[in-house]
């Protein structure tokens, strides 16, 4: 692709007119500093500069360029027109010129999209920044922002940090996620690296992803005619990436790279995933995949990229940090980005990151301590990284990188963004569609489950719900668990019955809002007390499954967070007491299981496997059940004294 318009090329100043005086020196470029200080002159009614901008044309390589001045300095020094130093002086400077000799390449990048097409209920907050609240994101929009972003901007590419799919609302996850792919061929992505989301449901399916097909099961899938997309799914138009994720025979499932042309110049996007992928998703879906640590691989592929002579490289990375500042700043950023950055080459030039969910602009040292930007657009669709990278003609390489978050506003009395119509005519089909299965009754409920807790901080809702992450990780294969925690603000909602009884999807999705997977890992029984100990100050009464119970008392003359404790000796499991130093195997969600809450200890786990998405652990366990009575609220016990 030749760039015309945009391109900010080698440009000669005192090239003005064909006026007889040529006023100033011969200058490259927009610095007179920098041009070889030679004075301008007249030549067949012509300044030299114009001749010289002739010769050397638009949008020239950097040997075009430096061969067509050498050409005609050096034919002017032999007609006397320039001294053989002015002659030499011209051409050292269009060989070093850097100034005004640089190329634009825009990437918009955005991550953790998790299937979110519908904005209608997706808000941002950063009080910081002046958002309050405001409605934010859906694929029309988000398209409509790319698509304005791109205007006048040729050069634009469009990626994604993983987690694209997976943890879907219900307009993507009733369609196995062909929704997503589909619209993101709408809206022009070019590359998204694999997330650990990406492997819910298990490799082959990520791999229909890309190549497309129905789905095997036969249900919900290739509903083009329907939809007005390609029949059968056509998968994705963009490239998946994944350069550390092998498989038995040491192959890369997905390529390492994509390489995007600006100009001359040779652009990489490197594709890297969670390298602790498989301790967070089901082990079938990962079985023989080896996972490779993120900051070796982006260093030996970057090697590789140099040795083929590209220099300009984005890492695409599917792991981040927390920020607790603007959107666009870094304030108190720590997390596992900030350690693999620290361990980069310094070939890497600009790092678009996820997984946290957090939104940050950044500028962390690489090994060499040289910073490189990195970026991360929060979740859902409701920001959008624009960064400008500016890449100079003569390295190859980048120079700079303008990064900054902007708002998918949905709000037209802010800053408006004119709708994708494509996108949101595709949603608005697969919405029709989905809404006859979200009515679908899942189970009949003998009582309304609230979510409001006892005196000693059970629900009926909460019990339920830990009762289904038991049932659905207690088998060998499915996790081995005895018991399964989870925290009472993962519950969004009570869940009520229509007047005939039933709870339907809709209503489960409701209350199940955030796409956690449940995680089951190894505790000690000294570890599943400090647990207990752990909702005193986070304030909050984890809910237990049936097979736990234990008794707490308020320890007397003492205010505050310290003020309960767990009687000892009084938690058990399955009947038995808890041992300090025995092994247990629980079920949490994937909030849980990486300390949210204030529940740290959680994240201590040992021997951590995957399991199914909290919500379809309980549309299954409902529909198992068949019709549901509210538990009886006796796990916890609050006492006055413990003996
Ligand atoms: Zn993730």
Redesign the pocket.
Known sequence: MRLSALLATFTLFASSTALANCPGSIAFGTAASRGPQVADRLLDGRCLSAHLADAVGRDPTPDERFIAVASLASRWAEDGVLSRKEAAALMSAARDATVANTVKLRVLAFN?FHGHLDGSRLMVNSPIDGIHTAPAGGIAHLAGLVRELRTGMPDTVVVSA??LIGASPMESAFFHDEPTIEAMNLLGLDFSAV???EFDDGLLELLRMQRGGCHPGGQHTCQGASVGSPVPFSGALFDFLAANVRDEHGNTLFPSYGIRTVGDIRVAFVGVA?SSTPRVVNPAGVAGLRFEDEADTINSVAADLRRRGIQAIVVLL?EGGRTEGSINDCTGMQGPVVDIVSRLDDAVDLVVS??THHAYVCRLPKRSGQPVTVTSAGSAGRLLTRIDLTLDRQSRDVVAADARNLVVERDPSRTPILPDASTATLLAAYTALAEPIARRPVAQLGAALTRSPNAAGESPLGNVIADAHWETTLLPQAGASVAAFTNPGGMRGDLLPAADGSVTYADLFRIQPFGNTLIITTLSGRQLYEVLAQQWTSGRVLQVSSSVSYRYRELPGQPGPASREVCPGSLKIGGRPVVADADYRIAVNSYLAAGGDGFSTFSQGRDSQGGPLDVDALAAYLAHLGTVKPPALKRIQKVERCD
């Open positions: 953790d993983g987690d997330g650990n989301h969670l599917h996820g997984h």
